[in-house]
Nanobody, 127 residues
């Protein structure tokens, strides 16, 4: 029902910045949550942060709090993950996802709660 397209990954030096975009189409975002996850080989998909579309309420993992910010452009049905002060430990494939199951902070930390996913984009931070 929802098509999600992600873009903006690339190679950046330690301390640099990148902004990822997540464009959604097919249904309204008024009651949705958009989440961001990342994954490296051999590790489970890790929660990064989320935004409640209707209220702009955001929630972040401790590992990125203070460095990453999530925002949205409602007119464009697009969410953004602004990543600053990047570290080599941030290197991963980053995914955006959309859930229409409501709003629950514990639930939104699990990738299984999301039904619609972007294709992923590689972020590499050199030391």
């Amino acid at each position: 029902q929802v098509h999600v397209v992600e873009s903006g990954g690339g190679l950046v030096q330690t301390g640099g910045s990148l902004r990822l975009s997540c464009a959604a189409s097919g249904r309204t975002f008024s009651s949705y949550v958009m989440g961001w996850f990342r994954q490296t080989p051999g590790k489970e998909r890790e929660f990064v942060g989320s935004i409640r579309w209707s209220s702009d309420s955001t929630y972040y993992a401790d590992s990125v709090k203070g460095r990453f910010t999530i925002s949205r452009d409602n007119a464009k049905n697009t969410g953004y993950l602004q990543m600053n002060s990047l570290k080599p430990e941030d290197t991963a494939v980053y995914y955006c996802a959309v859930s229409d199951r409501g709003y629950s902070i514990p639930s939104m930390k699990s990738y299984r709660w999301y039904d619609y996913w972007g294709q992923g984009t590689q972020v590499t931070v050199s030391s």
